[in-house]
């Protein structure tokens, strides 16, 4: 299957800095990749929608100018989250799909553990 | 009400057993139902879609019920492998790359 890379994969940073997480498409090209984030004993939510050369779309409830999306190219799409509280504190994932997955089949990263302080 | 909701667990069988799972979806107009693995700390994976007339992958056996709103997978003669998170996905629109993940459901196959 298709190879998603997510570093990093553990951050830990203190209250009102910025972290950046970058998600890799190593052996395909995405057009799409979504950003998850999941709180503990609880589902994957939907962030957003990241596509190649425009603007993401965000899912209801999610601050655009907190969670900065970039997908600069069909290989990388890069989360930012701007001046993080320790509510941020959570699993992000990003995954992505290509033109020959199965239907329904999005491919993971490994994702990225944040731990605001 | 949650968009789709599944019994968390754990589920606790011995190999060899088979175990079911069941999820029930909100949304009558959602469109693509599949089921995801995700192992401890680990990015979760396809396992495999769900078809309205049901559907079957070697020892897992997936089923829609349109009409009750729920899906359900089948597991026959669980493996110590086959312990990990189920998780119930269902597309929203025709467009499946939105998809909407459930909580999932814990198993844990014991020797």
């Known amino acids: 299957g298709a190879v998603v890379s997510q570093h990093p994969s553990r951050v830990i940073c203190k209250s009102g800095t910025s972290v950046k997480i970058e998600c890799r498409s190593l052996?395909?090209?995405?057009?799409?990749m979504f950003w998850y984030r999941q709180f503990p004993k609880k589902s994957l939510m939907l962030m957003a929608t990241?596509?190649?050369?425009?603007?993401?779309?965000?899912e209801q409830g999610v601050e655009k100018d907190k969670f900065l999306i970039n997908h600069a190219s069909l290989t990388l799409s890069t989360l930012t989250v701007t001046s993080a509280h320790p509510e941020d504190s959570s699993f992000y994932i990003c995954?992505?799909?290509?033109?020959?997955?199965?239907?329904?089949?999005?491919?993971f990263g490994e994702g990225s553990r944040l731990t605001v302080l | 009400r949650k968009e789709v909701e599944q019994d968390p667990g754990p589920f606790n069988v011995p190999e060899g057993a088979t175990v079911a799972f069941n999820c029930t979806y909100s949304?009558?107009?959602?469109?693509?139902f599949f089921w995801y693995r995700q192992d401890c700390r680990k990015e979760p994976k396809l396992l495999m879609s769900?078809?309205?007339s049901g559907n079957e992958d070697g020892r897992f056996t997936a089923q829609l019920n349109r009409a009750s709103q729920y899906i359900s997978l089948l597991i026959r003669d669980s493996k110590l492998s086959d312990s990990a998170t189920y998780l119930c996905v269902v597309a929203l629109n025709t467009g499946f790359q939105k998809l909407v993940f459930g909580t999932g459901t814990r198993l844990l196959v014991s020797p």
């Open positions: 052996d395909f090209q995405a057009t799409t």
């Open positions: 995954s992505a799909t290509t033109s020959g997955s199965r239907v329904g089949e999005l491919f």
């Open positions: 990241s596509n190649e050369g425009s603007k993401a779309t965000y």
């Open positions: 949304n009558s107009a959602s469109q693509s």
């Open positions: 769900v078809y309205s």
